[in-house]
């Protein structure tokens, strides 16, 4: 009974090995999970040779590398011996030692900084640099890529995460600085010429192009008006928050107004902004700073029923058709340029509603 058992065990031994061992003759056909299996048994012997040979190569390099440091110590040691020994007995080997404490010290920011020759090539050529100098060592090579990264690293540390407003203030506090060492102070100008020239609004149809150098010269006395007045605070004004925070608007409203000035200088203000910008200059030389306002509005959202610039409302044509005009459009949705320009055109206008205020209060604005 005991043989019976232990016989049958075992052919069930040899049947869970290989199910084609009993049968006399080979299997025809095979299952798909038998097929999977020797697939994959196949990959993992692959796998585990390939692992093998690349751990083989890299101890192969390692040992030609650690021969290689050999050779060269053995080497420098044969030199020193030499040097040593045809030296005269009373010279001391001070410069000997300090050249292998230097080496000493290297050695720690080499295995800092220790990639391979491929990497370094890959990185130098990513940046757009050469990957040998003239004469230059594989050392001299990972210390010059490691200077280039570290000067990108406290460029992007300096650049990055600021804002313009941010960029203002720094200015702000520069300029400051560089008039408090030269210690003097700009004057600011009367204001009894701030109501001369007044711009003329019949020059829009009958020729715009005198337009554009007298707005470019009524723009650019306001903002410089403002400069000085920022500049003329006291100390402790100067130095406050709230004074900071001005003097940081007044330089990004002028940042802001330099797209405008080159349409300008260049006179290629689209028609429907020109006028409305007329008559924001206009009556603000008139000190009539509620209708400079309303122009403002107009210019910035425009007074169509829908401020999203439409032209078109269907295929037809319709009867109101031609209530919906192209200088009704808003302009502050243009682009970001737009936008920040004409938002600096505003304030511009409450800043010359605080220092040259109307006569009639009904003209102030808001």
Do not use: C
């Not at 796998?47 to 021969?67: D, G, I, L, N, T």
């Not at 570290?150 to 407003?165: P, S």
């Not at 109501?195 to 020059?203: A, C, P, Q």
């Not at 928050?241 to 330099?258: D, F, M, N, W």
Request: hydrophobic fraction near 30%; charged fraction near 35%.
């Amino acid at each position: 009974m005991d043989f019976l058992k232990a016989e049958i065990a075992a052919k069930r031994k040899v049947l869970d090995e290989d199910p084609t061992a009993l049968s006399g003759r080979p299997n025809k056909y095979m299952r798909r999970g038998d097929l999977e299996r020797l697939k994959e048994e196949q990959e993992r012997k692959a796998q585990e040779e390939k692992r093998k040979q690349e751990e083989e190569s890299k101890r192969k390099e390692a040992e030609a590398r650690a021969a290689e440091q050999q050779a060269r110590r053995d080497a420098a040691a044969a030199k020193s011996k030499s040097i040593s020994s045809s030296a005269s007995p009373s010279e001391s080997p001070g410069p000997l030692a300090s050249e292998q404490e230097g080496a000493d010290a290297q050695q720690p920011k080499e295995s800092q900084f220790n990639i391979s020759n491929e990497e370094t090539i890959r990185r130098l050529r990513s940046k757009g640099q050469p990957i040998r100098l003239f004469g230059e060592s594989d050392k001299e090579r990972r210390l010059r890529l490691r200077a280039l990264e570290l000067i990108e690293e406290k460029d992007h540390e300096r650049i990055g995460g600021q804002n313009d407003f941010k960029k203002a203030l720094e200015d702000v506090e520069n300029i400051e600085r560089q008039m408090h060492s030269k210690g003097s102070k700009k004057k600011g100008k009367d204001g009894s010429d701030a109501t001369d020239s007044v711009l003329d609004l019949d020059l829009v149809k009958s020729d715009p192009d005198k337009l554009y150098p007298i707005i470019y010269y009524a723009l650019k006395r306001i903002l410089k008006e403002w400069g000085e007045s920022m500049d003329e605070r006291p100390i402790e004004v100067k130095q406050s928050r709230l004074g900071k925070l001005a003097a940081a608007t007044q330089v990004q409203s002028a940042e802001y107004l330099k797209p405008l000035f080159k349409q300008l200088r260049s006179r290629s203000l689209p028609s429907d902004m020109l006028a409305r910008i007329s008559e924001i200059v206009h009556h603000v030389q008139k000190r009539q700073y509620q209708r400079a306002n309303d122009s403002y509005l107009r210019l910035s959202i425009g007074n169509a029923p829908w401020p999203i610039g439409v032209t078109m409302v269907g295929i037809h044509e319709r009867s109101a058709r031609e209530k919906i005009s192209a200088d009704q459009v808003a302009h502050v949705l243009n682009d970001e340029v737009s936008r920040k320009y004409i938002q600096s055109l505003k304030r511009l206008i409450t800043f010359s509603q605080t220092k040259y205020p109307p006569a009639d209060i009904s003209q102030l604005m808001g």
